[in-house]
Each structure stands twice: as structure tokens, then as C-alpha cells.
């Protein structure tokens, strides 16, 4: 396996040095909007926190951990900047939720509107002898118009609804660059034995561009070219084809050198994922994909890792209890996570959080931030699937409203014109369009009964537009939409409750259970009702672990096993047996 570096918060773009701007900053929760009249950016008033960065106010990890809702916040901190005259400074914030401004020296730098993706802003012309005092407000609310994903938009958590997030979350960084330098890239996989790299600058040069591609040390490809703008394709053949997969999660190394000094290094996984005859396939085999439901919150940190070993270790832990992928559901999750998916050998599913109701505004918010995330995550090798929409949320009356159907179709088609390499569930669950897969939701704890109502009967369910479950009228297609032969997943079910503390908090689906014995038992019976049909392409179960009042994990939230792994590894991989 590759050497695992974790230290670089943008593990598929990495220079050779990067400057952390995580931990202590001066932090201040407003509570009227004077931030602009009495100006915030320059100076903050005596009485303010400290606040540990990238963790938001309200998680325990942050130092100040008040549940409050705040819908302004502001971060400063005074940094000088270690640069020659020629050079360029580059501001990282990974993630801040949800309407971000960016001061330097008391002027207005730039805006980033979207609480889960990346954005940047070069700072040099901003800065007094290379001293910069930064100032960060942000704005979050709770509007239903925004994607907010699994964030409560009430005073108390509720249902399936957690602890919003306000501010910053993911780490905050700086790069100090060439005056030319790569912005970004895509590394896409031809069928015939080579790589495509779309490389853009942040300026028109003229000079070569030298790509160098590696495998275990040894250069597998190499090309150099001359770019005249800010923009070439380079396709480079490979000498050897090492296929990227779950069991064996090969990775190429990728070396793109500008010939004015910029230098960046990355890596590719090799792989082709397609459909036929309501099967998946990868790299031409058979690809029966068994998923966890993985939601990414943490006790201490809310929406963020605690530290790389945690991070590391909840990779571990999906790989270690037998599936060989996850849903990364209603979340954008840090970077480095889906770096250790591509190393560890996991498929992902990525989706962009929900808005909760739609409108011009919700139209304009989720293609903003949905094309943020397809090109900010395009050279992950372990993200196979893109879901832009979850059951319906944001597009409530998309079963019979053509206008909510047509932005679905443009959500497909956009996804598809710019990512040829994917598979796309539009919109995941029930009441679908155009998608690649059909996915159904059903939450039977009886397997006997879940079997018979819905496995037994899964192609009629679809060729006919019936019922997908015995509790709720939800059903496959949406009005004037049919079934076209793709293949069949059922990628939310068990969700059993088992709460292994003394109390009866939380909920699961169904009734809950109380010991081991009866967990694995449905557990497994209800696996091996999926995996009975041939019709059926594959499973995601909820969920990896409890998150807050849902206590239908496998693991607790702190990430104690309900239950031991092996028998989990056992009950994922009956088949294999």
C-alpha cells in the first residue's frame, strides 16, 4: 500500500510546502448586524472568544461549545507571510458555512457563497510587507433554499436533523506560489491505455508543461508540451495498466512541472465503471457493490474530525466490518477522506447536501455548489457515483411538477456533460427521472415480510410504478418518467435501533432491539433477503454509525462496535461464503 500523508489538507494537489493556518484565532458571535458599520474587519472589541479553528463555535472541540444559534460570526488573526518579491499568496478556507467574506488589512478580498466546498482568494496585492491582518465573517441561516444537508433549521434537533454548523469547519491554509502556477486539473482514463490531463494556469505563459507518471517508483509515462495560454490537453500513454479497485486499490503517481518552477504532485486510479443489463460493471467485471450509509459527524468536532487519526481510523473501520463502499450521505466530506478511500480500496457515493424547498433561488444555490463539488472532487478514483438529490428533498413536488423534473434533468445532464467517467443518481431513493441506477428506499424490520413485499417483487415494483414500501406512498418514477432497464439497488434499509446504554433515547426504524443476539439476526436476515434476488445490482445499509438521537449504527457515535466486526464482516458477505 502507499505511504498514507495526511498532513496536506489538499492531498491530490500538494506542493512541497503549505502553511497551516488551523488553530487559535480571535473569534467573535455577533449579535446585531454592526459588523459593517462598526467595522469587525479592522479591529474587534475587547470582549471576544478564542476559538480553536477549523472547529465551528458549537461543537466541544472549539473551546467554546455554545448550541446558540448565531447566524454572523467573525475570525481574525494577524499573520506574516515569509515571501519573496515575486512570489504570490494563495488564502485556502476548505470549507466555511455558509456566505463567507475574506478581509485583509481592513479591504474586502472576495466572497464565497456554499457551506461545503473549498474556495481561495490570492491575497498578495493585499498585503503590507507581507503582513496581513485577516478578518472572516460569515453568514449562515436557517433558510430551506440553501444546500444544509442533515443541519436542523429549528431551535431543536429533530427527526433526522442534527446540530447546524456555523462558520468555519474544514481546515484553513496558505500556499505561496509562483507568479504563474496551476490552478486545477483533471486526470481522466482512456480506454486505450492512456491518461487525459486538462491542466489550467492562473495566466496566459508560454513554456512547456512536463508530465511524469509513475508506478511503484517506476516511470510508467512521460510527456512534455508546450502550453501557450492558460489552458492545454495533454494525453499520455501508459506503459503499464494497473487497475484501480476495491481489493486492489491501485494508484499511479502524477508529477506535473511548469517550466517557469511551479510543481505539483497527485494521484490516479485507472478504472471504468459502466451498466448493462441491469448489472454494474468495473473494469469490466461484475461489481455487486455493498455500502454503509456514512454521515461524517463526530461528537467533539460536529462536521469535523478531531484529528488524522480519527480520520484514518473511520476509513478503517467501513473497511474493516466487509463492505467495499460507502454513501457519503447529505455531506461534503474533508479532502483527506476521500484521499484514504482511493488508498484503502472504498467506493464512494457523493452527494450534495439538501435544500429543503425550491425555488429560482434553490435552483441557482445547488448548481453553484454542485458544480464546485464535481470539479473539486473529480480525481478522487474511489467517487464512482454522483447524487445531486436525496429523496425528493428540494424538489418536493417532483412527482407531479414538470418544472421540479426539468431542473432534475439538468442536474443529471450537467453532471453527465461534464463527467463521462461516472455513473449518476439524480435523484436517490424513489420518484427518479433520468439515472443511471434505480435506488429504493424501504426501512421493513420483518425480513420475511421486506422480502416477500419488495425483493421478491422488485421488477414488477418498477416496470409498474408501485408502492416500494408498505409504510409510505413513495414510488419509483416520477410522472411521464419510466423504468429503461438500469440496474436495481436498494441503498437505504435496516437502520435497526439498538441502544447499548441502560436508557430507551433515540430511535431506530421499527422496534428496537435490546441485545446482541436479535441485532445480528435481523441484520443478517435482512442482508440475505437483498442478496437472494439476481435482480438486484447491490445494497447500502444505514448506518455505519449512531449519529445523535439515531441510534442505528453499528458502531456508537463515539465508535464502539454495538456488536463484534467479525460477525458484521460475516453478515456483509454471505455470498462470498
Not at 448550541?67 to 506574516?80: F, L
Not at 445547488?366 to 464546485?372: D, L
Not at 437483498?530 to 441510534?551: F, H, L, N, P, R
Request: glycine residues 6%; proline residues 4%.
Amino acid at each position: 500500500m502507499k505511504n498514507i500523508d495526511l498532513n496536506y489538507p489538499r492531498p491530490l494537489c500538494k506542493r512541497s510546502s503549505f502553511i497551516s493556518l488551523n488553530g487559535e484565532w480571535d473569534f467573535l458571535l455577533e449579535t446585531s448586524d454592526v459588523g459593517e458599520r462598526e467595522p469587525r474587519y479592522k479591529e474587534f472589541p475587547k470582549e471576544h472568544f478564542k476559538i480553536k479553528v477549523p472547529f465551528c463555535y458549537q461543537s466541544p472541540e472549539s473551546g467554546i461549545n455554545i448550541q446558540k444559534r448565531y447566524d454572523t460570526v467573525w475570525y481574525q488573526k494577524d499573520v506574516n507571510f515569509d515571501r519573496k518579491k515575486d512570489e504570490r499568496v494563495i488564502f485556502h478556507i476548505d470549507a466555511a458555512d455558509y456566505l463567507t467574506r475574506l478581509y485583509v488589512n481592513g479591504k474586502l478580498v472576495g466572497k464565497h457563497q456554499g457551506g461545503y466546498t473549498s474556495f481561495c482568494f490570492d491575497i498578495t496585492d493585499y498585503l503590507i510587507n507581507n503582513f496581513a491582518h485577516i478578518a472572516i465573517r460569515c453568514d449562515d441561516s436557517y433558510n430551506l433554499h440553501q444546500p444544509r444537508g442533515k443541519q436542523k433549521w429549528r431551535d431543536e434537533p429533530f427527526g433526522c436533523w442534527y446540530q447546524e454548523v456555523t462558520g468555519i469547519w474544514k481546515s484553513v491554509w496558505a500556499e505561496i506560489v509562483n507568479d504563474v502556477y496551476i490552478e486545477r486539473f483533471k486526470l481522466t482514463p482512456n480506454k486505450n491505455e492512456s491518461i487525459d490531463l486538462d491542466l489550467y494556469l492562473n495566466k496566459d505563459t508560454r513554456e512547456n508543461v512536463s508530465v511524469n507518471v509513475s508506478y511503484s517508483k517506476k516511470n510508467v509515462g512521460r510527456v512534455i508540451q508546450e502550453i501557450n495560454g492558460n489552458h492545454i490537453k495533454i494525453n499520455i500513454p501508459l506503459k503499464e495498466i494497473h487497475y484501480w479497485d476495491s481489493d486492489n486499490p491501485n494508484v499511479y503517481d502524477v508529477n506535473i512541472c511548469l517550466g517557469s518552477g511551479d510543481e505539483v504532485n497527485t494521484i490516479f486510479g485507472y478504472r471504468f465503471i459502466e451498466t448493462k443489463d441491469r448489472h454494474i460493471y468495473l473494469n469490466n467485471k461484475e461489481l455487486y457493490m455493498r455500502l454503509c450509509l456514512e454521515q461524517g459527524y463526530y461528537k467533539e468536532g460536529i462536521y469535523t474530525f478531531k484529528d488524522n487519526e480519527q480520520l484514518l481510523n473511520e476509513v478503517k473501520i467501513i473497511k474493516s466490518s466487509g463492505f467495499n463502499g460507502l454513501r457519503m450521505h447529505q455531506k461534503v466530506e474533508d479532502d483527506r477522506f476521500y484521499y484514504l478511500c482511493d488508498l484503502l480500496g472504498l467506493i464512494v457515493w457523493s452527494e450534495l447536501p439538501s435544500p429543503y424547498d425550491f425555488d429560482e433561488d434553490t435552483r441557482e444555490n445547488v448548481i453553484r455548489e454542485w458544480k464546485e463539488v464535481l470539479w473539486q472532487h473529480y480525481n478522487h478514483p474511489s467517487i464512482l457515483v454522483w447524487t445531486p438529490i436525496n429523496e425528493s428533498w428540494g424538489v418536493p413536488g417532483i412527482r407531479h411538477n414538470k418544472e421540479q423534473q426539468d431542473f432534475l434533468v439538468e442536474l443529471y445532464q450537467l453532471t453527465k456533460s461534464f463527467d463521462k467517467t461516472r455513473l449518476v443518481v439524480s435523484n436517490d431513493g424513489w420518484e427518479h427521472c433520468v439515472t443511471d441506477i434505480v435506488t429504493l428506499h424501504n426501512y421493513m424490520q420483518d425480513p420475511a415480510a421486506f422480502k416477500a413485499f419488495l425483493i421478491d417483487n422488485i421488477i414488477d415494483i418498477v416496470n409498474n410504478n408501485k408502492n416500494i414500501d408498505t409504510m409510505n406512498e413513495f414510488i419509483p418514477w416520477a410522472d411521464n418518467f419510466a423504468y429503461q432497464g438500469q440496474p436495481i439497488m436498494i441503498d437505504e434499509f435496516c437502520g435497526i435501533g439498538f441502544n447499548i446504554t441502560d436508557t430507551n433515547d433515540g430511535w431506530g426504524y421499527g422496534d428496537q432491539v435490546k441485545k446482541t443476539e436479535a441485532f445480528l439476526d435481523r441484520y443478517s436476515k435482512l442482508i440475505k433477503a437483498v442478496e437472494s434476488s439476481k435482480d438486484i445490482a447491490g445494497w447500502c445499509m444505514t448506518q455505519i454509525t449512531d449519529v445523535y438521537q439515531e441510534i442505528n449504527g453499528l458502531f456508537t457515535m463515539d465508535r464502539k462496535p454495538k456488536v463484534p466486526i467479525k460477525d458484521i464482516y460475516k453478515a456483509n458477505n454471505q455470498q462470498e461464503e
